[in-house]
């Protein structure tokens, strides 16, 4: 019988290093590196949709966006890989829908839950590692790019989202790494804290 791979997540708020690190991290392991929203056919269509700004959207339509494309994603990457004993490590996940649908939006927390539980199919991470950042951080790094729904976004928004993901690790006994420290330093704490995994 095969053993499923490890399923590890990186959380945080846009330019917290979740997406470097994740690729590096999936690299070391021969894991398959993978990101929500957007990696699937289906996932590009959707992102590009969510992501435009131009585009009026409620947070609730926008919230089933994520979760649709969440779906598809575990069904045709996740689950599959992970059922072949492939690990998988994947840039956001569900506690995303949580903090910046939930927490930065607005939409009722439980009805996010119960539909990303649905979205999911019950596919859960084996370790989820958050990456945080101070707002002022995030307002140094990031593009303002008027065009991206959320790169418009103002610091308060960010930082109900970062609040909230502070809120979910408090919950879920995440590891919590500083995100504003350098790549080598963000990257030694990080391995520390996968090398346990069973790769």
């Not at 119960?114 to 995030?138: F, H, K, N, Q, Y």
């Not at 991206?148 to 919590?176: C, I, K, P, S, T």
Request: charged share 30%.
């Amino acid at each position: 019988m095969t053993r499923p791979g490890v399923f590890l997540v990186f959380e945080g708020i846009d330019v917290s290093g979740k997406s470097t690190q994740a690729r590096r991290v999936a690299a070391r392991y021969d894991a398959l590196y993978t990101f929500e929203p957007g990696d699937t056919a289906l996932g590009q269509e959707l992102r590009r949709w969510v992501l435009d700004a131009a585009t009026p959207m409620n947070p609730a339509t926008e919230a089933l966006f994520m979760l649709t494309d969440r779906s598809h994603h575990v069904h045709e990457v996740i689950a599959p890989a992970l059922e072949t004993g492939r690990s998988v490590v994947c840039d956001r996940f569900y506690a995303s829908t949580l903090a910046y649908q939930g927490y930065g939006r607005g939409v009722d927390l439980g009805l996010l839950r119960a539909a990303s539980e649905l979205a999911i199919d019950g596919c859960r991470p084996t370790r989820t590692i958050l990456l945080d950042v101070s707002v002022e951080v995030v307002n140094e790094r990031r593009a303002h790019d008027q065009r991206d729904r959320f790169e418009a976004e103002d610091l308060a928004f960010h930082q109900r989202v970062r609040d909230g993901y502070l809120e979910l690790a408090q919950e879920n006994a995440w590891f919590v790494v500083d995100g504003a420290k350098s790549e080598d330093e963000v990257a030694r704490v990080v391995d520390e804290r996968v090398a346990d995994l069973p790769w």
